[in-house]
């Protein structure tokens, strides 16, 4: 039992393709949901996701576009199981993975989260560069053991995660607090794909800059061991 979080921001063309692909690669379990969370798209996306009927689906929707951190804290908050999926709502991800994440989480008990790590990006080569010096810095001030951790395709315990501070951002630094925490993390090598519809809602240099200032309070909130 299990739901899968995917928070949306103008992915009309993209998100029916992604909802069928998770269906046939989840087809082994018959107890899951899946949570949309539309963050004030200003394209088709939540007409098109009211659209598809399925007693599986569960939708959400911020009037305003707050950020992937905010949509993905409401997708759990009313989520109905306790394991959590995460995944991108833009295709990149490729759902087939998903199966190899539960397998490790589902077959140890003492590990409370799984990640992916993007082997081989399939994006721009400066996001690319970015993403890689944000991950360096991180992982050295941070010592979270994640060559990744921008990768939104994961599986965790929901509990865990919701006695976390909420900060805007913290979807980026998952395996840094459970680890900081004391819990058991993993990651496994897992599919990247190019997009196919719409662009990247993510800056690159801004968001670099973003990610350093969070690093500190990441380290402030596990040196204090904060919860909610």
Not at 91 to 105: E, K, S, T, W
Not at 123 to 130: E, L, V
Not at 203 to 219: A, E, H, N, Q
Request: glycine share 6%; charged share 25%; net charge positive.
């Amino acid at each position: 039992m299990f739901s899968v979080i995917i928070p949306l921001y103008n992915e009309q063309k993209n998100i029916i393709n992604l909802l069928n692909e998770i269906k046939i690669n989840l087809s082994n379990y018959e107890k899951y949901e899946i949570v949309l969370i539309d963050d004030g798209s200003d394209d088709d996306t939540l007409n098109t996701i009211k659209l598809v009927e399925n007693i599986k689906i569960k939708i959400l929707e911020n009037k305003k576009n707050l950020g992937q951190s905010f949509s993905i804290h409401t997708g759990i908050k009313h989520s109905s199981f306790n394991i959590i999926i995460t995944i991108d709502g833009d295709g990149q991800n490729d759902p087939i993975d998903i199966n190899n994440l539960l397998d490790i989480y589902l077959s140890n008990s003492e590990i409370k989260l799984v990640g992916g790590i993007r082997n081989k990006r399939r994006d721009n080569y400066i996001k690319i560069i970015s993403s890689k010096i944000a991950n360096y810095i991180r992982s050295k001030i941070l010592n979270d053991n994640c060559l990744d951790t921008g990768c939104s395709l994961k599986v965790f315990d929901k509990d865990i995660f919701l006695n976390f501070p909420y900060f805007d951002g913290m979807h980026r630094f998952l395996p840094a607090l459970f680890k900081g925490y004391g819990y058991n993390t993993s990651f496994i090598n897992v599919n990247h794909r190019k997009r196919k519809f719409g662009i990247s809602k993510y800056g690159t240099i801004i968001r670099l800059f973003k990610g350093i200032r969070d690093i500190i309070k990441v380290k402030k909130i596990i040196k204090n061991k904060e919860i909610i």
